[in-house]
């Protein structure tokens, strides 16, 4: 007869194991000797044994004892069914796995592949990555509301960074956003935008633009995005109403 840690040592299981088969109903408890140990024959090795197998296997432990208990054919269509159950999971778990390589990979799990590529151009020109990731943050709004025009908007965002002072625009709010709300960076950027507003509405720009600028709520919900991601995003917009202009996404001149 066996001691449990005998047993355990047999079936090359933990008596910790052992236990916990006993809790659940898996393993049959024996009755104790006249020590108060339990003993364990040869029955409980093989019985052991199988349980470990068919666990290791991936079978959940819910289902071991109808396995250990059924007929042969009753048997084979079980496994069948688990096996499905394990395919399943496998899939799943090699989706997370692809998640999390493209977590490691950076933008690429958030936004799609031109929104990475405007911010690795943002990054080459310069950029501060406090103001990338607020760019991106708007982005993945934008990806949420209009998936299917990304690729048809990305073209212009890139041709606007040959203009260097949308790329001073974008160096200066990178710096900006790391500023003291008293910081005379925030009254440049706050220029640098009246500028490129003023040279918008000379362009006519501003009364031709895409029906997305119709969306309202979405645009509200866009400049709430600056206004909450830092508080140097409120006093910005402030700065702008003081020079005549409203809005982030949409600007428009506060006499219009």
Known sequence: MLTIGELA???????????HYHQVGLL??????????RRYGSLAV????????????????????????????????????IDKTLRAEIQ??????????????GDSLVVPPEVVAYLDRLRELGVSERMIDGERDGWILVAARWPD???EWMPEKFAELENPVIVRLYRVLG????ASLDDPILE?????????????????????????????PFIDLLDGLVVESAPQGERLLELMRERGWTGWTKLERTDS
Do not use: C, W
Not at 92 to 105: E, F, G, P, S
Not at 175 to 178: H, K, T
């Open 188 to 216: 440049e950027a706050a220029d640098i935008m009246v500028e490129l507003a003023e040279q918008a509405a000379a362009r006519g720009d501003l009364d031709n633009q895409d029906e997305a600028f119709d969306d309202q």
């Open 9 to 19: 040592s047999y079936a090359g299981v933990t008596v910790r194991a052992v236990r």
């Open 28 to 37: 049959p408890e024996p009755e104790r000797d006249h020590s108060g140990y």
């Open 46 to 81: 093989v019985e052991l044994t199988k349980i470990r197998t068919l666990a290791e296997a991936g079978v959940p432990l819910s289902r071991i004892a109808e396995l250990l208990g059924a007929d042969e054919e009753t048997f084979r269509e079980a496994v069948k069914e």
């Open 92 to 105: 799943r778990l090699q989706a997370n796995r692809k998640q999390i390589a493209q977590l490691a990979a």
């Open 149 to 151: 025009r990304i690729a």
């Open 175 to 178: 710096d900006a956003i790391e």
